[in-house]
């Protein structure tokens, strides 16, 4: 018996709606949030591969009341009218839906419910209908022809319901659903059902009397006095509900199934929506265009070539590999006499776009492969390094190393230190096309070339994965055919090079491009050079610590098994579920939840801190493990066999406020506050002859905010050399500061730097343990003595509304379009952004400038005798030959504390000793 054909019908508001709930505030590069078209976008394409139909529809509702409101006018009365950011994105989506030739169905005075409905019943018995939803309303047209595929959690959790999945939930029939929502009713849409029956009274009703009708022809027979009571004194309410929620299945549509089939989609439109909308990362999702003839590689802008709109299957099979595809522009050398050739041109050359191709992502671990080259749109060269041979290095070292001519990259840095470790030092870096899309876009995370290249130019690129595969089928880069690698080498440098004078235009207009080339351009070779220093480790020391933190953990443990009753896996979520709210009966009243459940992560954990014993051993279980996990385990297992040290990368795209991050391992991240932490920075050691040395700016932000707001009380108390958490402390809590105690202080700086942060009277009372009232006059108090403080940050938010961005002292730019957003929600998250990007963007300029400044200093002294080592937060660590600490630690301190003039004096506080945890404070003037 052959398959019956498949005919999907999307609720479109119902998906909408879900996505827009499930998914975080999502925005293209121009401020327009898609995140309900994002989310939709990819339940379809989901749909599309799991359930391959063979005819689609997607069904709106209108704007219009519909004929549920004649029949009762408080329908949906109570509904919370959605914010206009969704509703803006129905236009947009039925737009991307017409790219993908998709029919639309809609009628006015019902919902999209009742479309479903019809479209369901004119589609016959001989067609197998699956409608896909948010909700469970269509349950009742559930038959052997009719399935429900709808979504249970986020946007990724399906299920589909058909006639014994019905039952097996309820108890009952899909048509037995219509009397069953009667009896209980629908909050979500006002529908008042019979109160105080609910889903048990309901479903156990229909059972016993199959309909509504039923019970009422029967009222008699109704056991229990209580329901039988509701039934006699809510039936008009029951039977004008079974009237709202019964879904009309006969509207006069003009629907022909054939008008549904599901036809091969206009790749060029869906390309170019795909681009407006910044949908990068959906691409891998589209249907492969490759084995249908079809160069996904032309870019849709006019690229002097001709093009036209191209019609894709939906259903065509990928290729197992996708084809390379050739373009006869994109120049191989792998010989002397061509790579003569080519240098004659190169050395003509005053700009110049490059990338490096090698064998691992690790420059310090990589082997140099090739080297592309492009100065011209649509052209480029690869230098096959190992055909070319060495005699290719010392021509490349005289132009690489020429800083009159210019070269950019996209992650510069990284091709900087594999040819570093080639031989080839690289000068006269002008640009990074990565750090400029940063700093336009630097909320966002799109700033890879594949997805500059799509955004901009409509360009697919070839990806790795294109180049070796995947899965079992993967292959070494180095055994990728040289043809095959040059196409892809060249590719990057020619959109890279393309990429410059797009971008390089708007940073100009948006006045930043000083920015890029004054600070994070020449911090480019800065944070390459720290990172090829690395950082000694005394792998033996953490090799102790190690035995001694598994015993505290399996301590810890014992005494958690314990509490507990019995034995359990402590890391396990699922266990540990079980354990505090089903065995332990803790309450999970005001937890977050997962698709799992309640969450267990460390900061639902926290909220249930003095509940019970357990709580705070697991918390320490985890501090420890992770610990334990993260540096003490890892760090010895991370030291380079080369150079016997470890070497962290600096990001300089990853915060939205302009500071450095740290991974491979992150080294910002450990703990300074707690004992463990300072332990495990004693792993941290200078060689024999060296001293660590630190150098940390000492209440950086609230110098930063003084100085914007131009407090004269907090700007004099800076100037006076006054410890300002203490100052405080002494005018909110009412006593002299030499009473002032360390809880006093720390309550104190908690309210400074928790004001800097945009936090309120609640975080500011979760933060000290404080009651609210007692935080709130602790705030009065505050900014009754800092008003200028107050007023700026006020200001702040107002202007960040009115411009669309703030900015800090240098210019970088944050831009902010939720502060105007209707959810509040949002907006209040964009608040918060826009009290402190000003002050902590500022910090982070300061420190990047100081960096710049110092490498330039410190490069006139021996290189034996000072290396800068680490970056922070607000400190820097330095390696410094024992018998030139002072020394060295006087010209740190000068020019990390004259690094920019404010209205306050800068400090930077200086430290030295044997490791990173043993640091005493020099006096130095």
């Known amino acids: 018996m052959s398959k019956k054909p498949k005919f999907i019908i999307i609720d479109g508001n119902a998906l909408l709606h879900r996505a827009w709930h499930a998914l975080p505030p999502l925005t293209t590069n121009k401020g327009q949030i898609v995140s309900g078209v994002y989310g939709f976008t990819a ?77 369901a019943k004119k589609a016959g018995d001989n067609i197998k209908t699956i409608i896909v939803t948010g ?79 039923g019970i009422y022809n029967d009222i008699g027979k109704v056991k229990k006095e209580r329901a039988k009571n ?59 265009v490759d084995n249908v003839g079809v160069d996904c590689n032309q870019p849709l802008q006019d690229d002097g070539q001709q093009q036209k709109s191209e019609q894709v299957s939906l259903f065509g099979k990928s290729a197992v590999k996708k084809e390379i595809p050739y373009n006869k522009n994109y120049h191989l050398i792998d010989n002397k006499k061509d790579f003569d050739d080519f240098i004659e041109k190169l050395k003509k050359q005053k700009i110049f776009a490059l990338d490096t191709e090698t064998t691992d992502y690790d420059p310090l671990k990589a082997k140099l492969l090739g080297i592309s080259f492009c100065w011209e749109d649509g052209k480029a060269y690869y230098i096959d390094v190992g055909s070319v041979g060495v005699d290719c290095n010392q021509p490349l070292r005289g132009i690489l190393g020429n800083i009159q001519i210019q070269k950019f990259g996209q992650n510069i840095k990284y091709d900087l230190k594999v040819l570093h470790q080639a031989g080839i030092n690289l000068e006269g870096i002008c640009f990074d096309t990565m750090i400029a899309s940063y700093l336009l876009n630097p909320g966002t ?120 009753g019995k034995k359990f896996n402590v890391r396990s979520p699922l266990q540990l579920k079980e354990i505090l709210f089903e065995k332990l009966k803790i309450s999970p009243l005001g937890l977050g939840k997962t698709k799992t459940g309640v969450s267990t992560a460390a900061g639902e954990l926290d909220k249930l801190k003095g509940k019970h014993k357990i709580i705070d051993l697991i918390i320490d279980h985890r501090e420890l493990s992770k610990l334990q996990s993260t540096y003490i385990e890892a760090l010895p297992k991370l030291i380079n066999p080369k150079t016997g040290r470890v070497h962290t990368s600096y990001n300089q795209t990853i915060t939205a406020t302009g500071r450095l991050s740290s991974s491979d391992p992150n080294l910002q991240n450990i703990p300074i506050r707690t004992s463990l932490g300072r332990e495990i920075r004693k792993a941290f050691v200078a060689p024999a002859g060296y001293k660590i040395l630190t150098a940390d700016y000492s209440q950086i932000e609230l110098r930063i905010v003084a100085s914007l707001a131009n407090d004269p009380v907090m700007i004099s108390l800076f100037k006076g050399h ?204």
Not at 176 to 186: E, F, H, P, S, V
Not at 243 to 264: M, Q
Not at 518 to 533: D, K, T
Not at 917 to 923: S, W
């Open 43 to 119: 339940i379809f394409l989901k749909v599309l591969k799991e359930l391959e139909p063979d005819y689609i529809a997607v069904t709106f509702d209108r704007r219009e009341k519909t004929f549920r409101h004649k029949e009762f006018k408080e329908y949906k009365a109570k509904r919370i009218k959605q914010p206009d950011e969704l509703y803006e994105q129905i236009p947009i989506l039925k737009n991307l839906l017409s790219t993908f030739r998709v029919k639309i169905y809609e009628k006015a005075g019902f919902e999209a419910d009742d479309v479903i409905g019809t479209l």
């Open 135 to 213: 909700d469970l309303d269509t349950l009742q047209l559930i038959d052997e022809s009719t399935e429900v595929y709808t979504l249970k959690k986020g946007i990724s959790d399906t299920f589909i319901y058909d006639v014994s999945a019905v039952k097996a939930r309820y108890g009952l029939t899909p048509e037995q659903m219509i009397d069953y929502k009667a009896l209980r009713g629908d909050p979500s849409d006002n529908i008042p059902g019979v109160r105080g029956i609910g889903e048990k009274g309901a479903a156990d009703l229909i059972k016993e009397f199959k309909t509504l009708e």
């Open 230 to 288: 509701l039934l006699v004194e809510h039936k008009k309410d029951a039977l004008l509900s079974k009237k709202l929620v019964t879904i009309v299945d006969d509207l006069n549509i003009d629907f022909k199934l054939e008008d549904c089939r599901l036809k091969s989609f206009d790749q060029q439109a869906v390309f170019k929506i795909f681009q407006e909308l910044n949908f990068k990362s959906l691409l891998n999702r589209l249907p492969r």
């Open 445 to 564: 995370r799109g700033h890879g070339l594949d997805n500059l290249a799509f955004v901009e130019f409509g360009h697919q690129m070839i990806t790795m994965e294109d180049l070796i595969g995947k899965g079992r089928d993967k292959i070494g880069i180095d055994e990728v055919t040289t043809g095959d690698l040059a196409q892809y080498s060249c590719e990057d440098a020619d959109y890279t090079w393309r990429l410059k004078e797009r971008l390089e235009k708007r940073l100009k207009e948006n006045k930043n491009l000083e920015l890029l080339l004054r600070i994070e351009i020449p911090l480019v070779s800065v944070l390459a050079e720290m990172e090829e220093n690395g950082v000694k480790i005394d792998d033996k020391f953490l090799g102790k610590m190690s035995v001694s933190v598994q015993r505290k953990i399996n301590a810890l443990e014992l005494k958690i098994y314990k509490l507990a």
């Open 722 to 925: 006054q410890d300002i958490h203490t100052a405080t402390a002494s005018f909110i809590h009412d006593v002299p500061e030499e009473q002032v105690d360390k809880q006093l202080r720390r309550t104190a700086k908690e309210i400074n730097f928790g004001v800097l942060y945009g936090m309120g009277v609640s975080g500011i009372a979760s933060r000290t343990g404080l009651p609210r009232a007692q935080a709130q006059e602790f705030l009065d108090k505050y900014f009754g003595r800092f008003k200028a403080v107050q007023k700026y940050l006020m200001q702040s938010v107002e202007r960040g509304r009115e411009q669309g961005y703030v900015e800090t002292l240098f210019g970088r730019r944050r831009y902010l379009p939720d502060l105007n957003s209707g959810v509040q929600q949002i907006r209040a998250v964009a608040e918060r952004m826009a009290l402190n990007q000003p002050i902590q963007g500022t910090a982070a300029d300061l420190m990047k400038i100081a960096m710049i400044n110092l490498s330039q200093k410190l490069s006139k002294h021996n290189s034996d005798e000072v290396t800068m080592l680490l970056q922070v937060h607000d400190e820097l660590v330095f390696e410094v030959k024992s018998d030139s600490t002072e020394k060295i630690a006087k010209i740190i301190k000068h020019e990390m504390e004259n690094v920019y003039t404010l209205r306050v004096p800068i400090e930077a506080e200086i430290e030295a000793g044997q490791n990173w945890g043993e640091l005493k404070p020099l006096n130095i003037k």
